[in-house]
């Protein structure tokens, strides 16, 4: 119970009383009053200080290491080089619907999450004419945000992307970030608009993801020489 307040000088601020109670000590501490706070406050420390000194002085215990274990960790996770990762699919009118279904299902297969982008907010209408199922718009969901991006474009889907700077920087910063880019063939202007230079982690996809799967588990810092200085 706080100390009845006619036993504080008028003003004095009164607060209920603690009850503390410390690892390794005995007992508590009661306090009642602003400045009993203060007064204990460096005793309370020094407690607290003590308690870290006995749990110093005990023998630290020794690791165990499991060996097969941890290995057999590293060999699950190596497994699938997607697994765990989001990759961006970027997708337009007349894109054509078995490419895209079936490049969506072999990457989710292998543990990853496919993000759809569609470059109007209203979505996109595949080749079978069906409204596609998406995550987010253009403008809104770069590049940055994945680990690797595919385009699966039509070509009138194309050429309306290359007067989008959202698109083009899409690709860009895919390309300065290292990441590897999986297209097709429909993509191949907004490739060059945005200033990709070939390499070996632009992929075609349109036999199939399982090249870009390979890749697509890291950054390809091959191509960093063609993409800023490297000392």
């Known amino acids: 119970l706080s100390v009845p307040a006619r036993d504080h000088p008028p003003g004095y601020l009164t607060l209920p ?29 020094e407690s607290f200080r003590a308690a870290d000194r006995g749990r110093s002085a005990q023998a ?33 009118d007349g894109a054509n619907s078995e490419l895209v279904k079936s490049n969506k299902s072999a990457i989710e297969n292998e543990g990853a999450t496919v993000k759809i982008i569609a470059p109007k907010i209203g979505g996109v209408s595949l080749s079978d004419k069906i409204k596609f199922e998406f995550d987010g718009q253009l403008a809104v969901m770069p590049s940055v945000l994945f680990d690797a991006v595919v385009l699966v ?31 097709t063939a429909a993509a191949q202007p907004l490739l060059d608009k945005a200033g990709v230079i070939a390499d070996g982690s632009i992929i075609d ?19 960093e020489p063609k993409v800023r200085p490297v000392p």
């Not at 005995?26 to 309370?44: C, H, K, M, P």
Request: net charge positive; aromatic share 8%; with cysteine.
């Open 17 to 45: 009383s603690v009850f503390v109670e410390l690892p390794g000590c005995r007992g508590f501490a009661r306090r009642t009053g602003y400045r009993g706070l203060l007064r204990e406050r460096s005793a309370l420390g």
């Open 60 to 92: 630290p215990a020794k690791a165990s290491h499991d060996l097969a274990a941890v290995r057999h960790v590293f060999i699950a996770a190596a497994r699938s080089a997607l697994n765990g990762r989001v990759v961006g699919m970027l997708l337009t």
């Open 153 to 183: 474009l039509s070509d009138k889907g194309c050429q309306d992307l290359m007067k989008d700077s959202a698109a083009i920087d899409f690709v860009s910063h895919a390309f300065v970030h290292l990441k590897v880019i999986g297209m």
């Open 205 to 223: 996809i349109s036999q199939g993801v399982s090249d870009f799967i390979k890749s697509a588990a890291s950054q390809q810092w091959d191509r």
